[in-house]
């Protein structure tokens, strides 16, 4: 009777913390979200301020205090959800879980490897559950919808990254051979880098070609490169509108992000998580 009592006591204890961390409809949940999206912001401006060298000569220990503080804080937060969910593993796996966890890393690590404390401004992505917050749950569709045109259109988009890197490779040799080192193309890889920035027409400036032939092979990679430039975007767009219209057939579980499930299903197909 006694051990029943303690499970029971066990149980409500952990429903409650999980409707407080996981739960924005109650006034305690949006008040938690609320603290922890400003010590998020607070956290990584801290960060930004101690990279400056004058602001880190005056404050560069309270900062240092300051930084180990969210990072306890923080820490404490992540065993907190680990503990008050279901299926811990499934969430330490997850996109919000493992950005949780490498939030909390860089600190750690520094006693280490230091320098490595700057990483944390990684804890900017977990500003995106302002989303859940503010009732924005329309924005997380379509994320989903962006995220399975971006994994639809993947092995185009590697087939079309692997065609521009032999472009410019071959170009970038061509202009070693041409211009040479007196022009600044001092190697092949230096002219394959040269050909990157002109192609994606960033055009840095640092090497130019000077003969006449270089020129006009520059002036055709920059003219490619306003239509290389077109190519993904058109991919990405014709797979966003497939996704589209997959999405109003189709419903994703909330649990494990299990896709294709029709209309008419109830549970999930994969861990059995009511749809």
Request: proline share 3%; aromatic share 10%; with cysteine.
């Amino acid at each position: 009777m006694g051990k029943n009592r303690q499970d029971n006591t066990r149980n409500n204890w952990r429903n409650r913390l999980y409707i407080i961390i996981f739960e924005a409809d109650t006034p305690e949940g949006k008040l938690f979200d609320v603290v922890l999206i400003v010590s998020i912001i607070l956290s990584v401006v801290a960060v930004m301020l101690d990279s400056v060298r004058t602001i880190n000569a005056r404050y560069g220990d309270t900062l240092y205090v300051i930084e180990w503080f969210f990072t306890l804080l923080f820490t404490v937060e992540y065993i907190f959800r680990l503990i008050s969910i279901g299926k811990p593993v499934r969430y330490a796996r997850s996109f919000f879980g493992i950005v949780d966890l490498i939030a909390i890393l860089p600190t750690y690590i520094s006693m280490l490897l230091p320098g490595s404390q700057y990483l944390i401004t990684v804890r900017i992505f977990r500003i995106l559950r302002v989303f859940r917050v503010l009732k924005l749950v329309e924005y997380s569709d379509e994320a989903q919808v962006l995220l399975q045109a971006i994994r639809a259109s993947r092995r185009k988009i590697t087939v079309f990254v692997f065609t521009v890197l032999t472009l410019v490779v071959i170009f970038g040799a061509l202009m070693y051979l041409i211009e040479g080192e007196e022009n600044g193309f001092t190697s092949i890889p230096r002219s394959v880098y040269w050909a990157i920035v002109t192609m994606t027409t960033v055009g840095y400036g640092d090497i130019s070609p000077h003969t006449n032939l270089g020129q006009v092979i520059a002036s055709v990679i920059m003219i490619m490169g306003y239509g290389i430039i077109a190519v993904p975007t058109g991919i990405v767009t014709v797979e966003l509108s497939h996704a589209r219209l997959k999405s109003r057939r189709q419903f994703v579980c909330p649990s494990c992000s299990a896709e294709d499930h029709t209309e008419d299903a109830k549970h999930c197909k994969d861990c059995g998580e009511k749809l």
